[in-house]
C-alpha cells in the first residue's frame, strides 16, 4: 500500500514539473520577441524630421529599403536635399552568453523634400553590454 502511495505521488510530481516547464519556455520565446533595441545618432546638426525617419528606421528590425521613394519634381530636377549621419543601433541580449548585444554602425542619408532614404551598413559585432 505504502509503496503505492508514493509511486503515486511520483507521478503527480512528474505531472506539475511536466505542466511547469511549459510557461517558463513561453516566456523566454517571448523576451526574444521582445528584443529591445537602441539608436544612436552621430550628427547632432540634422533634423528633428530626419531624427524621426532614421529612428523609425533602425528600430524595426524588419524595415526593409525597397528603394522607392517617391520623388518629387524638385528632386528630379535638382536631386535630393541630403541629410547624413552616422548611426550606431545597440540590440540587446541578441546572444545568450556574454558578449550578448549587437552593434552595427550605418551611415544613413535622408532626403529633406521627398521620401528617399538609404542606408549603408559600415560594421557589426558583439559588445560586453547585458550581462
Ligand atoms: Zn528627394
Ligand atoms: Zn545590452
Known sequence: MKTKRFLSLLLTLAVLTGLCVIPTSAVETEEV???EIEIFIENEDISEET?????????????????IATCGLTCTLF?????????????????????????????????????????????SSYIFCCS
Open 33 to 35: 520577441a521582445t528584443t
Open 79 to 123: 536631386g535630393h536635399k541630403l541629410e547624413d549621419s552616422v548611426v550606431r543601433s545597440v540590440t540587446h541580449k541578441v546572444r545568450s552568453t556574454a558578449p550578448r548585444c549587437l552593434e552595427k554602425t550605418y551611415t544613413y542619408e535622408a532626403c529633406t523634400r521627398c521620401d528617399y532614404e538609404n542606408s549603408t551598413l559600415l560594421g
Open 51 to 67: 531624427r524621426a525617419k532614421i529612428i523609425a528606421y533602425y528600430s524595426d528590425p524588419n524595415h526593409e529599403n525597397d528603394g
